[in-house]
């Protein structure tokens, strides 16, 4: 009869440690979506949201001041996808933002290379080449606008100056000089950040890879090619689709050097967007025009970030 109250007095404390056991373990599994929780809140805000919000404003008729007057379902987006004038639009688009990405990484790995075997004298070049980077986007157009100005530009005086042309050029007033202008603000605005990002990917490379390739006796085009080249390849295809991303928002220097034109002749995607919010204020076409845009992006970024995949498996 005294043997039962001693066994119950020995199955309280068991229990009570299982229990304790297991709302540790239940605050343990909740602490992990407290941690992630302002992580989530943070995509509703930023992404989620918006997104949302654009494809509501996509499939109604909108303006600016009128949004969601009626619900129009996919006639605006089939609209974008047949306009002509947007396709052309988003081609010129992609095709710039290849073109300026391609060209600003070429010069700028060259640019750290040179920085690199220059050691200490190349760090204080690399503080100088930052500076374009400093400097607004507007500003950066408005001086490139004041350079190529075909009344008074340094350009134009330059090129009269050396009797290279007999009359002033207007390098904005035609269409591929006006697209070739863009790409030289373009490269002189970013080119030092694609500096400063090789510049870091090429210094974190080991010493005694490449001193070791030099004993071999690579010379410098084998140890750049055979020894370099792969091993920054995962950063390098980094770069490039950063570069990328930031080739398809181009707005502000077509907004201050030729405001489209000439015609529509450098009108890009963002731009065209732009004019049909805020000038047209059809809001609904525009947002229909975004989310096409975007997927656009979207796909032809892929193989780039499948090569950056590839490059990270097989050279990291």
């Known amino acids: 009869m005294s043997s039962i109250p001693m066994e119950g007095a020995s199955a309280r404390p068991a229990t009570l440690h299982i229990a304790g056991r297991a709302a540790s373990a239940e605050l343990r599994r909740w602490s992990k979506f407290i941690w992630v929780a302002p992580l989530g809140f943070a995509l509703v805000i930023t992404t989620l949201y918006p997104t949302i919000f654009l494809i509501a404003l996509a499939t109604t008729k909108s303006t600016l001041g009128k949004p969601f007057r009626a619900f129009v379902g996919m006639r605006q987006i089939t609209g974008a996808l047949l306009d002509p004038a947007f396709q052309s639009a988003v081609f010129k688009g992609v095709a710039f933002a290849f073109a300026s990405a391609i060209a600003e990484l070429v010069i700028g790995f060259a640019l750290a290379s040179l920085f690199v075997a220059l050691a200490r004298a190349g760090r204080y070049l690399l503080i100088v080449v930052l500076l374009p980077l400093m400097t607004p986007p507007v500003m950066v157009g408005v001086a490139w606008k004041l350079i190529l100005a075909p009344s008074g530009g340094l350009l134009n ?35 030092p950040f694609v500096t400063i990002l090789c510049f870091a990917a090429l210094v974190s490379l080991p010493d005694g890879v490449r001193e070791a390739s030099m004993i071999d006796g690579a010379g410098p085009w084998q140890r750049l090619r055979h020894v370099t080249l792969p091993l920054v390849a995962a950063p390098l295809a980094s770069i490039f689709l950063l570069k990328l991303i930031i080739g398809f928002k181009l707005f502000d220097l077509v907004y201050v050097l030729t405001f489209g034109g000439p015609g529509f002749a450098t009108t890009n995607a963002t731009f065209g967007i732009w004019r049909l919010a805020l000038e047209q204020f059809d809001v609904g076409k525009a947002a229909a025009q975004t989310l096409i845009y975007a997927v656009v992006i979207s796909i032809v970024t892929i193989p780039i970030v499948r090569l950056h995949r590839f490059a990270s498996e097989h050279y990291s």
Do not use: K, R, Y
Request: glycine share 8%.
């Open 157 to 191: 005086g330059v090129l009269m100056n050396w009797g290279i042309t007999d009359a002033p050029i207007s390098f904005l007033a035609t269409p591929v000089p006006a697209w070739l202008s863009i790409g030289v603000a373009d490269l002189w605005q970013w080119v």
